[in-house]
């Protein structure tokens, strides 16, 4: 099992100690738990551990620990492709995440999940846009949630 980074954790990021649940090795609740420093656990209280039902296998706080790739930063991927398609695409994104994440997620101060990327590359294909799409940087890291990510430099 490999350590994961935990620079990126949220901090209000629950954890869970439960060795008797089935999922406990692949959890990110658990690996959070785990890796952190004793010293630190020690200042946690009950209201911020998740508690899996019973070590079933239907944990409903289960959070998988696999790591996932982040982008860091599109604006040249605009570069390469016609004005027109390049502000078709621009006008989407703008509509679709609001002026102030799309350009944090442009210039790279905020980590572009996965499923971001992947409505970027939909979008363009239904703009029929052949350019490659390529990302500035990658970083690979857990999914901590649905939060947006500021890049540390």
């Known amino acids: 099992m490999t350590k994961i980074d935990l620079k990126y954790m949220p901090k209000d990021f629950t954890f869970c100690s439960r060795e008797d649940c089935k999922r406990h090795e692949t959890c990110l609740h658990w690996r ?6 004793i010293v630190e656990r020690a200042y946690f ?11 079933t296998e239907q944990c409903p706080n289960y959070a998988d620990s696999t ?43 905020f980590l572009t999940p996965p499923a971001v990327q992947q409505t970027i590359l939909r979008i363009a294909k239904e703009l029929d846009i052949t350019a490659p799409i390529q990302f500035h940087a990658t970083e690979t890291m857990p999914y901590w949630g649905d939060i947006k990510i500021k890049r540390q430099k």
């Open 32 to 37: 959070a738990y785990v890796e952190r420093p």
């Open 45 to 55: 209280y009950d209201h911020r551990w998740i508690e899996a039902q019973g070590g």
């Open 67 to 109: 790591p996932v790739t982040f982008a860091c930063g599109f604006r040249h991927i605009f570069d390469c492709m016609p004005k027109t398609q390049a502000a078709e695409l621009r006008e989407k994104l703008l509509e679709l995440y609001g002026e102030y994440n799309y350009y944090r997620f442009c210039r790279g101060e």
